[in-house]
């Protein structure tokens, strides 16, 4: 089908190879629209700290990078913006943008320091709208952190919530004007993994091949930093082994250390973590993924210390038998991590943030307390005893879930919203 009234696209936000989840979550974000027919391009202004050494794919999407710790590159990339938005303008092709905000991103200090907001206010002045998709909210922020979401509310024309007890905790916490939040869902991959559970697990070494048999496997994948409360996980898992389990269990935290922590403490937490594991009499091991051949048969905690790319993640999620998201950020209205567990229909179990509650409202989930090693043990051992029926039943309804909220559903969401902007401006004039 040929539209008429194609407009551009601008996504402002880190993008690959930058190793953050916001990079992660803009990339699904332009593979699920940059095929839509009513786009005419596509571009991103990539936030960076250090010069990236882009994909072919990627380098051609770039129109700028921003370095976030410089306020006159940010200048440079708005003055960017209205030059090249104006001149498309010019030849009948409007442009909006959507702008991924996380505070850690948008300025060099998390508390003295955001560029969103001047951005947005600049280009409301100049009709052009945008669309900010919001990652970050959480009760008892600075009054800088208030500052900045109240200007962004202001001057943005619509603001994303990835679940609806986001916009529930926005109306608790700020005035916000009628019809300025939306709730659209965190996007999950349509990817179809060909191997099997037991298939996967064999490859990657989670199969006893003393007893010729899979092992029951609790994952958390993702990157490791101190705020994923893996020590509680590690507690938990130990009370839960002496819950006579089935399948000899074994936990694996699967990921890299997050990056800008690995720059200011190199691995610290990891290594931290290791030791409880071994205080606590578990066989570990912190392997770099690399070998050719791999069997942890001989060990129950598996630190597997590598970056994952998108398939491995997937590939960790489908051979696990259950995720445990043990973050402890109280108010967290995002996760990719918890909205991919359910995308590859396993079952997770979550501390009760409002991300993971609204999951659990569903159906979707088993929550546990914040600093509470006994939930996860209760959890594990209430999982591992089900029978084959009810185990199913989970898998079932985490299916149902991801079905609806695949990239392409999202994807085609955004750009009706982006277009209803767009439109409106037109007729405004």
Same mark, same amino acid.
């Given at each position: 089908?040929?539209y008429?009234?194609? %407009?551009y696209v601008?996504?402002?936000s880190?993008?690959?190879?930058?190793? &953050?989840g916001?990079?992660?979550?803009?990339?699904?974000l332009?593979?699920?629209?940059? =095929?839509?027919?009513?786009?005419?391009?596509?571009g991103f202004?990539?936030?960076?700290?250090?010069?990236?050494?882009?994909?072919?794919k990627?380098k051609k999407?770039?129109?700028r990078?921003?370095?976030?710790?410089?306020?006159?590159?940010?200048?440079?990339a708005l003055?960017?913006?209205?030059?090249k938005?104006?001149y498309r303008?010019?030849?009948?092709?409007?442009?909006?943008y959507f702008?991924q905000?996380e505070?850690?991103?948008?300025?060099k200090y998390?508390n003295s320091?955001d560029?969103i907001? @001047? !951005?947005?206010? *600049?280009?409301k002045?100049n009709?052009i709208?945008?669309?900010?998709?919001?990652?970050?909210l959480?009760k008892?922020m600075?009054?800088?952190k208030?500052?900045?979401?109240?200007?962004?509310?202001e001057? *943005?024309d619509?603001?994303? &919530?990835?679940? #609806?007890s986001a916009r529930?905790?926005? =109306?608790?916490?700020y005035?916000v004007s009628r019809g300025?939040? !939306?709730h659209i #869902?965190?996007?999950?991959p349509?990817?179809?993994?060909?191997?099997?559970?037991?298939e996967?697990?064999?490859?990657?070494?989670? %199969?006893?091949k003393?007893i010729?048999s899979?092992?029951?496997l609790?994952?958390?994948?993702g990157?490791?930093?101190?705020g994923?409360?893996i020590e509680?996980?590690?507690?938990g898992?130990?009370q $839960?082994?002496k819950?006579?389990p089935?399948g000899?269990?074994?936990? &694996?935290i699967a990921?890299? *250390?997050?990056?800008?922590?690995?720059?200011?403490?190199?691995?610290?937490?990891?290594?931290k973590c !290791?030791?409880?594991?071994?205080?606590?009499?578990l066989?570990v091991?912190n392997s770099?993924?690399?070998?050719?051949?791999?069997?942890?048969?001989?060990y129950?905690v598996? $630190?597997?210390?590598?970056y994952?790319?998108?398939?491995?993640?997937?590939?960790?999620?489908?051979m696990?038998?259950?995720?445990?998201?043990t973050? @402890?950020?109280?108010?967290q209205?995002?996760s990719?991590?918890?909205?991919?567990w359910?995308?590859?229909e396993?079952?997770v179990?979550?501390?009760? &943030?409002?991300?993971?509650?609204d999951?659990?409202?569903?159906g979707?989930?088993?929550?546990?307390k914040?600093?509470?090693?006994?939930?996860?043990?209760?959890r594990?051992?209430?999982?591992?005893?089900?029978?084959?029926?009810?185990?199913?039943?989970?898998? $079932?309804?985490?299916?149902g879930?991801?079905?609806?909220t695949?990239?392409?559903i999202?994807?085609?969401?955004?750009?009706n919203?982006?277009e209803?902007?767009?439109?409106?401006?037109?007729?405004?004039?």
């Amino acid at each position: 089908m040929e539209y008429k009234n194609k %407009f551009y696209v601008g996504m402002v936000s880190t993008v690959p190879p930058r190793k &953050c989840g916001i990079a992660t979550f803009n990339w699904n974000l332009y593979g699920s629209i940059k =095929n839509d027919g009513r786009i005419d391009d596509l571009g991103f202004y990539s936030i960076i700290r250090e010069k990236l050494d882009y994909a072919p794919k990627v380098k051609k999407m770039i129109e700028r990078d921003i370095n976030q710790d410089r306020k006159d590159s940010w200048n440079k990339a708005l003055e960017d913006i209205l030059e090249k938005s104006e001149y498309r303008r010019s030849h009948g092709v409007n442009s909006g943008y959507f702008f991924q905000h996380e505070f850690g991103i948008f300025g060099k200090y998390h508390n003295s320091d955001d560029n969103i907001v @001047q !951005i947005l206010k *600049t280009l409301k002045e100049n009709n052009i709208p945008t669309i900010t998709i919001t990652h970050t909210l959480e009760k008892g922020m600075s009054d800088f952190k208030n500052k900045v979401m109240e200007g962004i509310l202001e001057n *943005t024309d619509k603001v994303v &919530c990835l679940t #609806p007890s986001a916009r529930t905790i926005f =109306n608790e916490l700020y005035t916000v004007s009628r019809g300025k939040l !939306i709730h659209i #869902p965190h996007g999950v991959p349509r990817v179809e993994i060909t191997e099997s559970q037991d298939e996967l697990k064999k490859k990657f070494g989670f %199969f006893d091949k003393r007893i010729n048999s899979p092992r029951y496997l609790v994952s958390n994948v993702g990157f490791l930093s101190k705020g994923k409360g893996i020590e509680y996980a590690l507690e938990g898992f130990s009370q $839960f082994l002496k819950n006579d389990p089935k399948g000899n269990p074994v936990y &694996c935290i699967a990921g890299g *250390t997050h990056e800008e922590i690995k720059k200011k403490e190199g691995e610290k937490y990891r290594k931290k973590c !290791i030791k409880l594991a071994k205080d606590l009499g578990l066989r570990v091991i912190n392997s770099n993924g690399n070998k050719k051949k791999k069997d942890f048969s001989d060990y129950n905690v598996v $630190f597997y210390d590598k970056y994952l790319d998108d398939i491995e993640y997937l590939k960790f999620m489908k051979m696990s038998n259950i995720g445990l998201v043990t973050n @402890q950020a109280k108010d967290q209205i995002s996760s990719g991590q918890i909205a991919y567990w359910v995308g590859m229909e396993r079952p997770v179990i979550a501390t009760e &943030c409002p991300f993971a509650k609204d999951m659990e409202d569903e159906g979707v989930g088993l929550l546990i307390k914040f600093n509470n090693s006994e939930d996860v043990s209760d959890r594990l051992t209430f999982h591992n005893h089900l029978d084959i029926e009810k185990d199913w039943e989970l898998k $079932f309804l985490a299916a149902g879930k991801g079905a609806t909220t695949t990239w392409p559903i999202v994807g085609k969401t955004y750009v009706n919203l982006m277009e209803s902007l767009i439109r409106y401006y037109e007729d405004k004039k």
